[in-house]
Structures are given as C-alpha cells and as structure tokens.
C-alpha cells in the first residue's frame, strides 16, 4: 500500500509548486509593468524593478537576461488577455466570416483603448524612435494577430467553399484598418463611446468583406 500512495503524494505536491511558479511569474512580470509605466521605458532600469519587486537580480536574470526581453514577455502577457480563439467562437462553434471578424475588431478595440492596453500601446508609440526593441515587440504582437485572423479566414474559406489565396494578406490588411484608426484615436485623447468603436468595426468588416470575390 505504500508503494501505491506514496506516488500519488508526490503528484499532490507537484501542482502547487507549478501554480506558486505561474503565480510568481505573473507577479514579477505585473510588477515591471507598473515601474514601466510609471516611468517610462527608458526611464526604467533593472535596478528599480528589483527593488520595488523585493527580488534579486539573479531572480529576474534567470527568467530575462535582458529588459528588452522583459518587456517582450509583458506584451505576451497582454495578448493572451485578446482571447482571440475564444472571440472567433461562440458556444464552442466557430463563428461565420462576418460575425468572426465583426466580434474580432470590436473585442481588440475595445479592449486597446482602456487600461494597461492603452498605456502600453502609447508607451510604444512615444519611445519606440529611441529603443527599438519596443518597435519589435509591437511587431511580434501583430504578427501572432495576423496568424491567428488569417487562420481563421483560410479556416472559413474552405468551410464556405470561397477561396481564398492569400488569407495572410486579407488578415495584415485588416488589422492594419483597425490599427489605422485605432492610433488615430489614441493621438487624440479624446473619450471614445463603445457605440462608435462598434461601428467603425462594422464598417471596416463590411469593406473587407466587399472584396471578398478578389481574395
């Protein structure tokens, strides 16, 4: 009987090292990017996020050798909070073209014009000319944006029997629709309403969908 619990033991105490690991990431990588905000990207050195996070160096080296890789990991942090899979879904069933992309665009502006989202995107876009590494994570996220819509586009061309020849191209072009008018509003500074981020994104939808014959 021994033999038989004593494995099982060790399985109980296996998962909540695992979840103290995740918990402490998530801690570390939270506690950067409030010192990023607070004062910029450049205006932030390892030597603060240490000190407010109470951790040592080794600590932080030993997960990214670098800040730009620090920084990298935060915004991969914040695309899981775009659930895209989930968004392009709905009771477990993929969502047609329209509605998939519709519930996209409305989902990811809503979401970048509020909260960290915002402050990190206006980060970027104020000190991306000096560091260009900011430039490269943004780019990193738009790209794991384009794969993901393209994806789901190729996906809904063969289910609607439409091909498509370059789902790749279709996905860049409209998520640099949304990223047009998003930075427009960002600049701005003015309040936006969710009515009118609702309707940008269905009017965006319905072009992209006009051309839909020449995909």
């Known amino acids: 009987m021994d033999t ?13 090292r695992l979840d103290k690991a995740e918990r402490i990431e998530s ?3 939270h506690g950067a990017l409030r010192e990023f905000l607070r004062h910029g990207y450049g205006g932030t050195s390892i030597a603060q996020i240490v000190k407010s996070l109470g951790i040592s160096k ?18 991969f942090q914040q695309i899981k909070v775009f659930s895209v899979e989930a ?11 329209h509605e998939g992309l519709l519930a996209y665009a409305t989902h990811t502006l809503e979401l970048s014009l509020k909260g960290d989202l915002l402050q990190i995107n206006r980060l970027i876009y104020s ?20 794969r993901q819509i393209a994806g789901f586009i190729a996906e809904r061309a063969v289910q609607d029997g439409i091909p498509c020849r370059d789902p790749a191209g279709i996905a ?28 940008f994104a269905s009017q965006s939808v ?10």
């Open 27 to 29: 801690e570390l990588l």
């Open 87 to 97: 968004t392009l879904q709905s009771h477990g069933t993929q969502l047609g073209l």
């Open 172 to 199: 860049a072009g409209f998520i640099f629709m949304l990223r047009g008018w998003y930075v427009n509003v960002m600049l701005s500074n003015e309040p936006i309403s969710k009515a009118a981020i609702r309707r």
């Open 4 to 16: 038989q619990t004593k494995p099982e033991g060790r399985r109980k105490r296996g998962r909540p």
């Open 206 to 215: 319905r072009t992209l969908l006009a051309g839909r014959a020449e995909w």
């Open 127 to 146: 000190e991306s000319h000096r560091f260009a590494e900011l430039g490269a994570a943004a780019a990193d996220r738009t790209e794991h944006g384009i």
């Open 58 to 75: 080794t600590t932080l080296y030993s997960r990214y050798p670098s800040k730009a890789e620090l920084f990298q990991a935060i915004i």
